[in-house]
T-cell receptor, first 114, second 113 residues
Framework: DQQVKQNSPSLSVQEGRISILNCDYTNSMFDYFLWYKKYPAEGPTFLISISSIKDKNEDGRFTVFLNKSAKHLSLHIVPSQPGDSAVYFCAASARGGGADGLTFGKGTHLIIQP | EPEVTQTPSHQVTQMGQEVILRCVPISNHLYFYWYRQILGQKVEFLVSFYNNEISEKSEIFDDQFSVERPDGSNFTLKIRSTKLEDSAMYFC???????????FGNGTRLTVT
């Protein structure tokens, strides 16, 4: 039962271009969404989050867009840099419903090519 | 920058043995979590802990699992009798508040043989 889906296992983008990572969810109780980045042999590192009352949140090169009607969110990285090469996990929780555990997607491996 | 630390980085144990995975969360954090990632699969929530008690647990967190915060700094995950399918990367995480992003440790790779 995949409540959070990242349908692209990998994505290759040229340095300097925009990277767009997509995530879909099925649980309408989710009200808090996060993106984490993970390097090999390290734990996930928090990147950016968005509450369901917003449709966009921006932090430097990272922007997250939320489309609640489509149950879809995306992470935009612009411009992409070599250090952005990592696995990106979308995560969600139903905090308004008292469930604080995060449900993760399977991840998208982003490869930034020089 | 403060970080969540986990020990050991790799633990090998025989099936049926007990293991304790240790974590030191960030000092001013109040919410503590364990997640695991079986090789090639997604990161899965196991348990959350607040105010010295479990606040939420997943169906994975059965009677073989327990958590403890014995001394105000460590946060441990115990697996009473390990099974082969417990082999995974176990991540500890902590947060300042209920709705704050979580900070993860680098994980303990548990191998059950």
């Amino acid at each position: 039962d995949q409540q959070v889906k990242q349908n692209s296992p990998s994505l290759s983008v040229q340095e300097g271009r925009i990277s767009i990572l997509n995530c879909d969810y099925t649980n309408s109780m989710f009200d808090y969404f996060l993106w984490y980045k993970k390097y090999p042999a390290e734990g996930p590192t928090f990147l950016i989050s968005i509450s369901s009352i917003k449709d966009k949140n921006e932090d430097g090169r990272f922007t997250v867009f939320l489309n609640k009607s489509a149950k879809h969110l995306s992470l935009h990285i612009v411009p992409s840099q070599p250090g952005d090469s990592a696995v990106y996990f979308c995560a969600a929780s139903a905090r308004g419903g008292g469930a604080d555990g995060l449900t993760f997607g399977k991840g998208t491996h982003l490869i930034i090519q020089p | 920058e403060p970080e969540v630390t986990q020990t050991p980085s790799h633990q090998v144990t025989q099936m049926g043995q007990e293991v304790i995975l240790r974590c030191v969360p960030i000092s001013n954090h109040l919410y503590f979590y364990w997640y695991r990632q079986i090789l090639g699969q997604k990161v899965e929530f196991l348990v959350s802990f607040y105010n010295n008690e479990i606040s939420e647990k997943s169906e994975i967190f059965d009677d073989q699992f327990s958590v403890e915060r014995p001394d105000g700094s460590n946060f441990t995950l115990k697996i009473r009798s390990t099974k082969l399918e417990d082999s995974a990367m176990y991540f500890c995480a902590s947060g300042t508040a209920y709705n704050s992003p979580l900070h993860f440790g680098n994980g303990t790779r548990l191998t059950v043989t």
